[in-house]
Each structure stands twice: as structure tokens, then as C-alpha cells.
């Protein structure tokens, strides 16, 4: 077993505070869904994991698999296991699809153990089936010219090529039409098991009708103000986040 551990964890973007004194343990064979109005953090918590350089982190500890995160370079976090499906994903010219993902997989393993062409195109055609996408998008440049849905559709793609131990899923749901959203609920959950965790981020409750969470963690103001099973998320969608606020006696200001 594998544990992600955040702890009490600081983050600062351009000077203003964004997380204040967040924990979450995370370990592989659980999903655990992040739900919280806009502008709370949530984004954040994403990029402060995978290294991004906008954050600064000022206080609080990462742990993944014994090692100190912090200390980890962007390429050594990936290589470590953990994945981020972002919420904007960017567009490279001049690179396939394909070739992304081959090199992607392959940065992960050590010399000697690449994968072979053959047992590429297998796998490739393989989850591509999966995800009903036609085998033209991996012959055309890494999101360029993609819909909102087909972007969506291809970080799933990456996360069944990739098969990282770790996965953060940032708003993985959003723009989705009805059968799109059902697509990547597949893919999330072809992945779900033992040996795989996943943080799933959300606004809506939408998407975990259909990858059902172990664990709803509700963020308010930088950091978790409540957190539950599933049904906390049904709760979520009655009551609305001015609702939970209301219930727990907070009073935070929202953009919603
Ligand atoms: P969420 O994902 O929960 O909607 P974010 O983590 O994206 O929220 O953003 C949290 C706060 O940080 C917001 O107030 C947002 O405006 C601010 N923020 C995020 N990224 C930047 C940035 N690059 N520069 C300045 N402010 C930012
Ligand atoms: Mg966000």
C-alpha cells in the first residue's frame, strides 16, 4: 500500500494566502473526492503536489511513498507515480499524440525496460477503444484543435497509458456533455483498484454518480471544512455550498 500524505500544509500565490493549514491522507485503493466553490484552493492543491513553480509553499509537509515530495523535482514526482490531469490542459504543436504518450511512459521506466513498439500500439489501441476515441487523435498534435470534451477524454487516455500509482484528476468533469462524462467515468474506473489512488477534483456531484467516492472532502477557505462518505456529496447538491457554510457556521465568501 501507498499513502499520500499532506500535512498542515501552507500555500502561498502571488503573496495572498490560498491554503491554510490543509491535511488529507490519501492511500491507493481509495478515491477521495475534493469539492469546493471557486476560488477555494483546489487548483492549488494540484499544483502544490506536482511541483508547479507558482506556488510557494511556506509551511506543512508532502509524503508520498516514504519520500518527502517537497524535496522532489517536477520529473521525479511523476516518476515517483504521481499523475495531474489538469484542469486546462495545454496544446504542443509539433508533437503527436502518440509520441507524447510513448515518451511519457517511457521517462518512467529505466533503461532496458522501455516499451517496445509493438506492445505500444497494443495498449494504445487498447484504451483508445475504451474511451470510444477514433484512431485518428493519436496521429494529430497533442490537444491541438480538441474540443473541451476531447482534452478531457485525452488525460484520460494518458492515465490508462500512463497507469501511475497516484492520480489527481482537477475538474476531470467539467464541460463534459452526458456521454462524455460517462467515457471518462469508465476510464476512472478501469484504473480503480489496489494498487491505484486518485484525488479527484469536482465542483459538481455530477461525475461521482458515476465513479462512486470512498471519501467526500469538502474545502472551504484553503482548507477542508467537512468530510464524509458519498453521501456527503448528495447533501452537497441539496443544499448547495452556502447550505454546508450556513450548517457548519462558517461564514466564507463565494464566488458561486
Ligand atoms: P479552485 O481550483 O478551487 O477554483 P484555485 O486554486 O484555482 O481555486 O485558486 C485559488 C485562488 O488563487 C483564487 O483566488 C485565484 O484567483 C488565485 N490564483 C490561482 N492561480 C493564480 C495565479 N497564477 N496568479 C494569481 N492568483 C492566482
Ligand atoms: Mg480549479
Keep these: 500500500m501507498t499513502t499520500l500524505e499532506i500535512k498542515n500544509l501552507h500555500v502561498l500565490i502571488e503573496d495572498k494566502k490560498i491554503l491554510k493549514g490543509f491535511n488529507l491522507t490519501v492511500k491507493t485503493g481509495e478515491i477521495h473526492a475534493i469539492m469546493g466553490p471557486n476560488g477555494t484552493g483546489k487548483s492549488t492543491l494540484a499544483a502544490a503536489i506536482m511541483g508547479h513553480p507558482s506556488v510557494e509553499i511556506t509551511e506543512g509537509e508532502i509524503w508520498f511513498d516514504g519520500m518527502n515530495v517537497l524535496e522532489l523535482e517536477v520529473d521525479e514526482r511523476a516518476r515517483a507515480g504521481l499523475f495531474l490531469a489538469v484542469q ?140 464524509g462518505d458519498a453521501s456527503l456529496a448528495k447533501q452537497l447538491e441539496k443544499e448547495g455550498y452556502k447550505g454546508i457554510a450556513d450548517d457548519l457556521g462558517l461564514n466564507v465568501a463565494m464566488e458561486e
Design 88 to 227: 486546462y490542459p495545454s496544446e504542443i504543436p509539433g508533437v503527436t499524440n502518440a509520441e507524447f504518450l510513448r515518451a511519457s511512459i517511457n521517462a518512467r521506466r529505466d533503461e532496458g525496460d522501455k516499451i517496445s513498439i509493438r506492445d505500444f500500439i497494443e495498449k494504445l489501441d487498447n484504451k483508445m477503444a475504451i474511451l470510444d476515441m477514433p484512431e485518428e487523435m493519436a496521429e494529430r498534435y497533442l490537444n491541438e484543435g480538441f474540443s473541451g470534451g476531447e482534452k478531457k477524454r485525452n488525460e484520460i487516455l494518458q492515465l490508462l497509458m500512463i497507469e501511475p500509482k497516484f492520480a489527481i484528476l482537477d475538474e476531470i468533469d467539467s464541460g463534459l456533455d452526458i456521454d462524455a462524462l460517462q467515457v471518462v467515468s469508465k476510464g476512472i474506473n478501469e484504473m480503480r483498484g489496489d494498487d491505484f489512488g486518485s484525488i479527484i477534483i469536482t465542483h459538481y456531484q455530477r461525475l461521482l454518480n458515476f465513479v462512486i467516492p470512498d471519501f467526500v472532502h469538502i474545502v472551504m477557505d484553503g482548507r477542508i471544512v467537512k468530510s
